[in-house]
């Protein structure tokens, strides 16, 4: 026998549900920037579609006139409001507020994946520009390393705090509390960025204590993840190459499959939650190998290909 679902008396508007829907999520342990995630993508359609709460048929047409007005955007401007409209509405259903997802049938747009790693040369070019004699210049040396030797994301090496770093084992500790999947985890990192980052230790004030972040600001204030893009930006006019700072994650990544990382480690370090995002590394790094291929194939070079010759037809018998 089917089960009736009743749905409750709706007397909450669509922002007491966000709301309610953010302190769920935060009772679930989402970090703070996710939080700030789920409340971008979301209230914009309701601010669009205001009317349309709580009827599920209004919703659904609402929906797809909204992600149809996406239609003509990049997979990931596409897919990102989609996932967290769903999400949000299968919250709904499971407070008995909607008793089906306005988004069922809309399936996300498929992303190739667009390689955003930096070249090698522009990347030289851009560790040759902070003033090692300053400590911003220093700072700014050292995060570069580290994102580029461990592809963490911006916000959580900007958590960092000494503590979390061991020079000697060469490693640094990204904590639960501030890592975006709420899992800690270790990375590792080289010689030359633990030389960096020793010499970014050792210039601190001693009036800073062991909460201060490690890539503090002048003033010993935690940097914000805007103020780390400006200064890469900064940088980028300087060299002519614009530079973000996801940028050197993602370069990170490629870079360390093109030198023979298995893909497990790549994960690890990178922090995914599975394998799924890394497999879109990989197939970036399997194109690159076709395209190299494709110019320096040994059987290509060893064997000259002609034009075909014209076969003059075989004169029939009489």
Request: hydrophobic residues 35%; contains cysteine.
């Amino acid at each position: 026998m089917k089960k009736v679902v009743r749905l409750k008396k709706l007397s909450v508007t669509w922002e007491q549900a966000v709301e309610e829907f953010l302190l769920h999520k935060k009772a679930e342990g989402r970090a703070p920037r996710t939080l700030y995630d789920y409340r971008k993508r979301v209230t914009p359609f309701f601010q669009a579609y205001p009317e349309a709460w709580p009827d599920y048929e209004a919703l659904k047409k609402a929906v797809r006139q909204y992600m149809a007005g996406l239609s003509d955007k990049a997979p990931a401007t596409y897919n990102l409001p989609l996932a967290y409209l769903r999400s949000f509405f299968s919250w709904c259903i499971e407070e008995n507020y909607l008793h089906a997802n306005p988004t069922q049938g809309i399936a996300k747009r498929k992303d190739e994946g667009k390689a955003r790693d930096i070249p090698e040369d522009v990347l030289k070019a851009l560790l040759a520009l902070p003033d090692k004699k300053t400590y911003a210049g220093i700072r700014d040396y050292a995060l570069i390393l580290l994102q580029l030797d461990t592809g963490i994301r911006p916000q959580e090496a900007l958590n960092l705090k000494p503590s979390n770093i061991n020079i000697s084992s060469l490693e640094a500790v990204v904590p639960r509390e501030t890592a975006k999947t709420r899992t800690q985890r270790t990375v590792v990192f080289s010689p030359v960025t633990a030389k960096a980052i020793k010499k970014l230790i050792d210039i601190r004030p001693q009036e800073w204590n062991e909460d201060t972040p490690l890539f503090a600001s002048q003033d010993g204030q935690r940097m914000l993840s805007t103020s780390w893009a400006y200064r890469l930006k900064h940088y980028s006019q300087k060299i002519g190459y614009p530079v973000q700072p996801y940028m050197l994650r993602h370069s990170s990544a490629i870079m360390s499959l093109r030198s023979g990382a298995s893909a497990f480690f790549v994960q690890k370090q990178l922090g995914h939650a599975d394998l799924q995002m890394t497999k879109r590394y990989c197939r970036l790094t399997e194109a690159d190998l076709h395209r190299e291929h494709s110019t320096a194939s040994p059987v290509r070079n060893l064997v000259q290909v002609r034009a075909p010759r014209t076969v003059k037809p075989a004169r029939r018998k009489r």
